[in-house]
């Protein structure tokens, strides 16, 4: 708690640099460090408990020609970052997250693709496989069109994008029989599931032609999103309404109410971060209450910030109100 440009934010973005990626700030890792800073190294430290065990993580940023790199310790011992996903899953929601979960079919994407890698982390190494060998096809298509080099790259593309497909495609199925058990307590939704995860057989179909097209000439084929393992999801609707046919409450409680199922469906053996930054401007206290003893309940570790203790203290069980100034 504490007034607004006082470090709260800063804080959970830290924590979230636990999962894949840039955290919740989306944005170069050459940003995050204070422009007053002329040191070329920087840690960042995680003391926790897993399997009863005591942990030192440590998340360590060095630059090296002018670009900053990003690297994990675990007790001293170097681990991959793909690897974290095996003991730490995590979740956030921020006024930010509500704008670009509407607005961006990407962001969207990116979301619910981390999401299916606390699932499966697998899926992890394959998305970044198959990003790799689609950077290597255009170069070979810019340069040297060598057909037969193409042709090897399409069977791995196939092959890597048929086991994205079916890893989406567990996820979604185990989690909608978790919906199907679960009492929604927030706000109802609904899952419509894209393409490519209701018509596998087809979508691959397609997705081999498109392949196929791109080798062709002229060079201005691309694959079309609808069969692009990468982008094959599913959307998220209340009552049959998309989420930009909703009032901003609206959707910031379809948003949250989502990311809280998913944190309870995955909560297994891992734990389970959920970060909520500055995002009960326009909830009542009865619906704040209810996020914070789900959050509770489940015995997810939850951060939130705010400028208003809800006058909760004394609420909850294990809730610690601090001041930042």
């Known amino acids: 708690m504490g007034k607004n440009a006082v470090g709260k934010t800063n804080i959970l973005e830290a924590i979230s640099f636990l999962c894949p990626g840039t955290g919740f700030r989306k944005d170069s890792i050459q940003n995050f460090l204070n422009e007053d800073n002329s040191s070329v190294s920087s840690t960042i430290e995680y003391r926790f408990t897993h399997e009863d065990l005591s942990n030192l993580l440590k998340i360590e940023f060095t630059l090296n020609d002018n670009r900053w790199s990003k690297q994990y310790f675990l007790n001293e011992k170097k681990i991959q970052q793909q690897n974290l996903l095996k003991i730490f899953q995590l979740f956030w929601f921020t006024e930010i997250d509500k704008v670009y979960f509407i607005k961006d079919k990407q962001y969207q994407r990116n979301t619910i693709n981390r999401l299916s890698c606390y699932f499966e982390p697998i899926l992890f190494q394959l998305l970044n496989k198959y990003s790799k060998i689609r950077r290597e096809k255009k170069k070979i298509l810019q340069n040297t069109r060598e057909i037969s080099w193409l042709q090897s790259l399409d069977k791995q593309l196939l092959e890597i994008g048929e086991k994205i497909i079916d890893s989406k495609i567990m996820f979604l199925n185990s989690f909608q029989r978790f919906l199907q058990k679960e009492e929604n307590e927030f706000f109802d939704f609904e899952i419509v599931p894209s393409f490519g995860l209701t018509h596998k057989e087809e979508f691959l179909d397609n997705f081999k032609q498109n392949l196929l097209d791109e ?22 609707t209340h009552h049959g309404k998309k989420m930009t046919q909703l009032s901003s409450a609206q959707s910031k409680l379809l948003i949250l109410s989502f990311l809280l199922h998913c944190a309870k469906f995955l909560n297994e053996n891992k734990i389970t971060i959920f970060l909520i930054d500055e995002i009960f401007d326009n909830f009542d206290i009865v619906n704040v209450q209810k996020v914070i003893r789900y959050c509770a309940d489940n015995k997810f570790q939850t951060f939130f910030s705010s400028t208003d203790n809800f006058l909760l203290q004394g609420e909850i069980n294990n809730l610690e109100i601090k001041e930042i100034v």
């Open 215 to 236: 080798n062709q000439w002229p060079q201005d084929h691309k694959i079309q999103s609808k069969y692009d393992p990468v982008k094959s999801i599913f959307e998220i």
